[in-house]
């Protein structure tokens, strides 16, 4: 199955953009990309997910690589809120395949 | 309302005893999954069920038992408690096969002592 890299942790301003990166060097052809976060002792939450286009929705746009070895989820004003750990994850369809990595523990500074 | 919700939140347990955490989903989707969610955060699929028929079993031992009454209840069952059997196991749901959205449930914490 591809892989994941993501940085352990990253830190942003409040009311600040935030990117966020993701390298998926082995995708295939038909893994989608999708974003998850968890906040503080809860489950995960969707984020967005994408296959080629980039891709916006009310919690934040997803920009994929040309060649989709790589993507970056973009908050556009970073709140407290946004305090958590987001997880970058491929799936060609099946469910066998949401295993979380480490993700990307983001900090929010006021 | 919430949309998938798990009891008990918390659960602690002496090792050797049987135990089982509920999972209700209100969305009227029809595939509902257990995840566990070790100690170094990482979060894997153990169960899924489709129209309460199982779909996916990852290697998981057969102390772990899930049971889906219905479309919209999968429980999760485990015997003879191990002190490795301490995680947090979340519940989720979606609609169909997953190239879209899964909702998770807030997860139980279990410590097996």
């Known amino acids: 199955d591809a892989k994941t890299t993501q940085p352990n942790s990253m830190e942003s301003n409040e009311e600040e953009p935030v990117h966020l990166p993701c390298n998926h060097s082995?995708?295939?052809?038909?893994?989608?990309i999708h974003w998850y976060r968890q906040l503080p002792s809860q489950g995960p939450e969707y984020v967005i997910h994408?296959?080629?286009s980039n891709v916006n929705n009310r919690m934040a746009s997803l920009a994929i690589a040309e060649d989709r070895k790589s993507s970056t989820l973009i908050l556009h004003r970073a709140t407290l809120r946004d305090a958590a750990v987001y997880y970058c994850i491929l799936n060609r369809g099946s469910a066998r395949q949401l295993t979380f990595g480490s993700g990307t523990q983001l900090t929010v500074l006021p | 309302d919430t949309a998938v919700s798990q009891t008990p939140k918390y659960l602690v347990t002496q090792m050797g005893n049987d135990k089982s955490i509920k999972c209700e989903q209100n969305?009227?989707?029809?595939?509902m999954y257990w995840y566990k969610q070790d100690s170094k955060k990482f979060l894997k699929i153990m169960f899924s069920y489709n129209n309460k028929e199982l779909i996916i079993n990852e290697t998981v031992p057969n102390r772990f038992s899930p049971k889906s009454p219905d479309k919209a209840h999968l429980n999760l069952h485990i015997n003879s408690l191990e002190l490795g059997d301490s995680a947090v196991y979340f519940c989720a749901s979606s609609q169909g096969q997953v190239t879209g959205e899964l909702f998770f449930g807030e997860g139980s914490r279990l410590t097996v002592l």
């Open positions: 082995t995708i295939s052809g038909t893994d989608y």
């Open positions: 994408g296959l080629t």
């Open positions: 969305l009227g989707h029809d595939t």
